[in-house]
T-cell receptor
């Protein structure tokens, strides 16, 4: 199972862009990179998923370099409501395989 | 957006008792999961389930745990004889493969299990 490493915490101010980087040195060829967001006492919520290069949706962008050993979640113009734990997961090829959550990054957005 | 439903939201039980946590996955999903999260800790994988059998399970998922999909809609997690350390939030999730590859898990809002 590919292990992921993320910063434990980050602080930002409202309106700023936040970039959270995750390293996954032993990612497998068929692994996807997925980011989830979790608020206290709630289940994780899917943010974005990618395999290589760049993916963008209505809430975030995901940058993946060619070697795929890391990825960066980019949140544009964060607000107070983006304060949450962000998890980077590697795997999920669509076959009910184990998806392992790391320790996550606690993002705190300050006014 | 479709939702995974979990019941009950809170369950209090005595040590040694059996508990059943219930989940209704999203109707057209094929893959089902149970995770747990002890207060202040990370989300831990317990088991995945596909085609009416366990696909993978973690070391946490020992003989005290079992899963079942009894009627094609519900997905249950049973803990036969609860221990104090089973106190945690238990999350059910379901998914289907995404067009173009990968997988998107939908999580329920969890069942907070307290073992006294």
């Amino acid at each position: 199972l590919a292990k992921t490493t993320q910063p434990i915490s980050m602080d930002s101010y409202e309106g700023q862009e936040v970039n959270i980087t995750c390293s996954h040195n032993n990612i497998a060829t068929n692994d996807y990179i997925t980011w989830y967001q979790q608020f206290p006492s709630q289940g994780p919520r899917f943010i974005i998923q990618g395999y290589k290069t760049k993916v963008t949706n209505e809430v975030a962008s995901l940058f993946i370099p060619a070697d795929r050993k890391s990825s960066t979640l980019s949140l544009p113009r964060v607000s107070l409501s983006d304060t949450a734990v962000y998890y980077c997961l590697v795997g999920g090829s669509g076959s009910a395989r184990q998806l392992t959550f790391g320790s996550g990054t606690q993002l705190t957005v300050l006014p | 957006e479709p939702e995974v439903t979990q019941t009950p939201s809170h369950q209090v039980t005595q040590m040694g008792q059996e508990v059943i946590l219930r989940c209704v996955p999203i109707s057209n999903h094929l893959y089902f999961y149970w995770y747990r999260q002890i207060l202040g800790q990370k989300v831990e994988f317990l088991v995945s389930f596909y085609n009416n059998e366990i696909s993978e399970k973690s070391e946490i998922f020992d003989d005290q745990f079992s899963v079942e999909r009894p009627d094609g809609s519900n997905f249950t997690l049973k803990i036969r004889s609860t221990k104090l350390e089973d106190s945690a939030m238990y999350f059910c999730a379901s998914s289907e493969p995404r067009a173009g590859g990968g997988e998107k898990l939908f999580f329920g809002s969890g069942t907070q299990l307290s073992v006294l």
